[in-house]
């Protein structure tokens, strides 16, 4: 049996974004949103800053394999370009909720433009 792990992804991983493929073969746990507040901005990519609380992250949950971890810690560049740290987030929020502990890509430094509501959209 494979070990999974639980990763937060609140970009271009997620449904109806270029990279979402990579999730293919991974498990959707739900809508999600992170605990503490941080920062998003957005260039094109969105960035997550740890140490800046504006507001708090939303994203999906996964349970990704050993193999599928590898492959989005490759895209992200862990732990050179973005660096993967574990943070509680809560899931299905809408429906009660429940609090995980899931993987989640910062990024060290500001770019692009905040977005103040920590919700990463599709640019048209």
């Known amino acids: 049996m494979t070990e999974e792990s639980l990763v937060f992804v609140y970009g271009t991983l997620k449904r109806g974004f270029g990279n979402h493929h990579l999730l ?16 998003l901005y957005e260039a094109g990519i969105p960035f997550v800053i740890e140490n800046e609380p ?6 999906e949950v996964y349970a990704v394999d050993e ?17 993967r740290k574990s943070v509680d987030v809560s899931v299905n929020t809408s429906q009660g909720g429940q609090m995980l502990e899931a993987w989640i890509y910062f990024f060290s430094k500001k770019q692009g433009v905040l977005v103040k509501s920590g919700v990463f959209r599709k640019i048209d």
């Open 24 to 39: 293919s073969e991974s498990r959707f746990v739900g809508q999600a949103v992170t605990k503490e507040k941080y920062s």
């Open 54 to 59: 504006v507001s708090h992250i939303s994203g």
């Open 67 to 83: 193999k599928t971890l590898a492959r989005l810690d490759c895209l992200e560049g862990h732990p050179d370009w973005y660096c």
